[in-house]
């Protein structure tokens, strides 16, 4: 009986687990200042009072976000400019 429920259990979980995949650190590092801006523009327009404290929050999470992977890069040694 326990063999028959670890055969079941052992094929219910995958072999091969997947490796996410992810973007390369500058093309992180361009989605995060585009996330940036988006929100900064977001609040600039946005009309509803109860959104500007979310505008607010979207603005500080999104800089937090491009100020970390800049750090990064940096502590990994790759150069990144906005304008190359």
């Known amino acids: 009986?326990?063999?028959?429920l670890m055969n079941f259990a052992?094929?219910?979980?995958?072999q091969e687990l997947p490796?996410?995949?992810?973007?390369p650190l500058p093309?992180?590092?361009?989605?995060?200042?585009?996330?940036?801006?988006?929100?900064q523009?977001?609040?600039n327009n946005v009309s509803d009072v109860d959104l500007?404290?979310?505008?607010?929050y979207m603005i500080k999470a999104a800089e937090k976000k491009?100020?970390?992977l800049l750090k990064r890069a940096r502590r990994e040694g790759i150069h990144y400019s906005p304008f190359s």
Do not use: F, H
């Open 1 to 4: 009986m326990k063999t028959v």
């Open 10 to 14: 052992y094929g219910l979980v995958p």
């Open 19 to 23: 490796v996410p995949k992810y973007q």
């Open 27 to 39: 093309e992180q590092i361009e989605q995060a200042r585009q996330e940036w801006l988006n929100a």
């Open 41 to 43: 523009n977001y609040y």
């Open 52 to 56: 500007i404290d979310y505008a607010a």
């Open 66 to 68: 491009y100020t970390y």
